[in-house]
């Protein structure tokens, strides 16, 4: 299958500062691509949705102002954490996904990022 | 209101055959998703259905009816390394996708 890529895998940061976490598809394009962040032993809660080029939209109570989103490419999207406390964090994974031929689609998970905000 | 159902929790023991089920009521349907996610890592992508029946991919299957509202994912020849949730994803009119809680599956040698 496709490959999703995420970087960096763990961070550790101080309270106030910002965070920027990478997400690429390797070997496709994708049509769009997901933030989700993830809390130990719950699913996965989508944050925002993103088109390249295109502003991201956010899902209802994730504030856009704190959780950036850049969509440069159809292989890279970047979410900024700003001025991060340590309620945020949490696992945060991204996912790209691409449709095939016959409205069929498929969509992969990057490995995840584990921030911790001490 | 869209609502995604799976059991919480399976148990089955190596090397015999298990089939997690999922029920879902969403607005509107373009296809439904399987994904295997173990502790502590990202979901990994196994399957998707749009058309009623059933896809082999080695030794898991899925399985869907539309008008029922219903699909399954079966494991064969069930590993040790088997032993994780179990995630069902419908993709909605607006397709977004809803997600089951997930069915923790354990296996027991």
């Known amino acids: 299958g496709a490959v999703v890529?995420?970087?960096?895998?763990?961070?550790?940061?101080?309270?106030?500062?910002?965070?920027?976490?990478?997400?690429?598809?390797?070997?496709?394009?994708?049509?769009?691509?997901?933030?989700?962040?993830?809390?130990?032993?719950?699913?996965?809660?989508?944050?925002?949705?993103?088109?390249?080029?295109?502003?991201?939209?956010?899902?209802?109570?994730?504030?856009?102002?704190?959780?950036?989103?850049?969509?440069?490419?159809?292989?890279?999207?970047?979410?900024t954490v700003t001025s991060a406390h340590p309620e945020d964090s949490s696992f945060y994974i991204c996912s790209a996904r691409v449709q095939l031929a016959g409205e069929s689609y498929e969509q992969y998970f990057g490995p995840g990022t584990r921030l911790t905000v001490t | 209101g869209q609502n995604i159902d799976q059991p919480t929790e399976m148990t089955a023991t190596e090397g015999a055959i298990v089939q997690i089920n999922c029920t879902y009521q969403t607005s509107g349907f373009n296809g439904l998703f399987w994904y295997q996610q173990h502790a502590g890592e990202a979901p990994t992508f196994l399957s998707y259905n749009v058309l009623d029946g059933l896809e082999e991919k080695g030794r898991f299957s899925s399985f869907l009816s539309r008008s029922k509202g219903y699909s399954y994912l079966l494991l064969k020849e069930l590993q040790m390394k088997d032993s994780a949730s179990y995630l069902c994803a419908v993709l909605d009119s607006n397709y977004q996708l809803i997600w089951g809680a997930g069915t923790k599956l354990i296996i027991k040698p």
């Open chain 1, 5 to 79: 890529s995420q970087h960096p895998s763990r961070v550790i940061c101080k309270s106030g500062t910002s965070v920027k976490i990478e997400c690429r598809s390797l070997d496709f394009q994708a049509t769009t691509m997901f933030w989700y962040r993830q809390f130990p032993k719950q699913s996965l809660m989508l944050m925002a949705t993103s088109n390249e080029g295109s502003k991201a939209t956010y899902e209802q109570g994730v504030e856009k102002d704190k959780f950036l989103i850049n969509h440069a490419s159809l292989t890279l999207s970047t979410l």
